[in-house]
């Protein structure tokens, strides 16, 4: 009961076609026209793989193989199919394509699972375009309103339901998924960093996911003539918000060694080369395994700006997502390992430096996630790449995992 790795990395690459940006990489943004053409390429595989398919009202998209116990609740296998902008073909696709590739071994065994087995793809764990993060899936688990996702919207204005229309979508259909229905969710994906290469070794075991917190902060200052507005007259916001990111390489090192803070994206306006920029809306992310040097270094960072909320400027800052460090169930990972040593893949135990939907579901249901290693330990680039006998490996121990979770127990006799 092998995965099969060419049917794999051919799924990768016809999901890769699927970009905003063909040559710079993966460009796929939730409800956009790549989305899409992805979203009819997952569907039809689902359905070729016997599973019954819908979507719900964020446009997840779910593949589901009937079990034979009533009204029990399913193991679900996936994980996103959005992207960065000129990210890679491997981020969050691998997990929903070894998840097909899981569907499709149980039919190519005709297994029939006392549990139900759903496959799913989720939407916008990027947060690229409608920000914030992990939407799919903390939708799913009730932690988005009906009012919050209504009013969402992106950089150019579009609301995320008039962005699901657009493409047919229909944001009306149920949205909140109930954690009884769920036994089990299994991840797998790259592991977006250089530990499992360097060690050569194929499989990573997830114990934790790191916490985080992420911030959009809009500096206000006051427009005027480049030439005519002397140095000492200025409320120039770009000066204030380039001070403010200089000292977070700092701030993150002397807080914790595990500490990391990231200013992704930075927005000026203007935008004009012989204007002073009279506002600036940047983004901030900040990161640890320690929950507490993660709440510490939000104030921190709070502390810092506010020593720049002076003479002309005006610093508003918005807390967009935060989430606890989790650790991922103790009976999945001895599945995982059970299931590495059975198939003689090596494995190591390792924690997670990036936020995965995994974390939205480890406070609903058990949940597990399985790395594989990525080239160079590159990641949210063109040049991100994974081995097909990597992903298979990964595959293999996330559908013997499968299967021990969707057969009937004793107590279920």
Not at 80 to 88: C, I, Q
Not at 144 to 158: K, P, Q, R
Not at 232 to 255: F, H
Not at 337 to 360: C, R, W
């Amino acid at each position: 009961m092998k995965a099969n790795a060419e049917r794999i990395e051919q799924s990768i690459k016809e999901l890769s076609k699927f970009t905003a940006t063909p040559g710079q990489g993966v460009t796929r943004l939730t409800y956009s026209a790549e989305d899409l053409q992805a979203r009819k390429y997952i569907k039809e595989k689902m359905k070729d793989y016997g599973l019954t398919v819908t979507e719900d009202g964020f446009g997840n998209i779910f593949g589901k193989l009937d079990g034979t116990l009533e009204n029990a609740p399913s193991v679900i296998a996936g994980s996103h199919f959005d992207s960065v902008p000129n990210g890679g073909a491997y981020d969050g696709t691998a997990g929903v394509v070894v998840g097909l590739e899981v569907a499709a071994l149980f039919q190519e065994h005709n297994l029939k699972p006392a549990y139900p087995l759903e496959i799913i793809a989720m939407v916008e764990e990027e947060g690229s375009r409608f920000g914030g993060g992990l939407m799919g899936s903390r939708g799913m688990m009730g932690l988005l309103t009906e009012e919050d996702f209504n009013t969402l919207s992106d950089h150019d204005g579009v609301l995320a339901i008039e962005a699901m229309q657009k493409i047919g979508l229909d944001p009306t259909k149920p949205k909140v998924r109930d954690p009884q229905s769920i036994k089990a969710f299994l991840e797998l994906h790259i592991e977006q960093g250089p530990i499992l290469e360097e060690k050569g070794i194929d499989v990573g075991i997830v114990e934790a996911i790191v916490g985080l917190a992420q911030l959009e902060v809009t500096v206000q200052g006051q427009a005027g003539h480049a030439g005519t507005t002397p140095m000492n007259r200025r409320a120039d916001a770009l000066v204030s918000a380039a001070k403010i990111i200089a000292a977070l390489p700092e701030l993150a090192t002397e807080e914790s060694a595990d500490t990391v803070i990231t200013t992704g994206r930075l927005n000026v306006f203007p935008n004009g080369a012989n204007v002073i920029p009279d506002k600036v809306v940047f983004t901030l992310d900040i990161r640890s395994g320690d929950e507490a040097h993660v709440k510490s270094a939000l104030q921190k960072v709070k502390a810092l700006m506010a020593t720049y909320d002076k003479d002309g400027i005006q610093i508003a800052v918005e807390e967009q997502l935060f989430i606890q460090p989790k650790k991922m169930d103790e009976k999945i990972k001895e599945l995982f390992k059970t299931a590495s040593d059975e198939l003689g893949i090596p494995y190591h135990s390792m924690n997670s430096g990036a936020g995965h939907d995994a974390m939205v579901f480890s406070d609903y249901t058990a949940s597990g996630m399985v790395f594989i290693p990525s080239k160079d330990g590159l990641s949210h680039c063109p040049e991100e790449w994974s081995d097909a006998s990597h992903l298979a490996a990964g595959t293999d121990i996330l559908f013997k995992t499968a299967v021990r979770l969707t057969e009937a127990t004793t107590n279920d006799k």
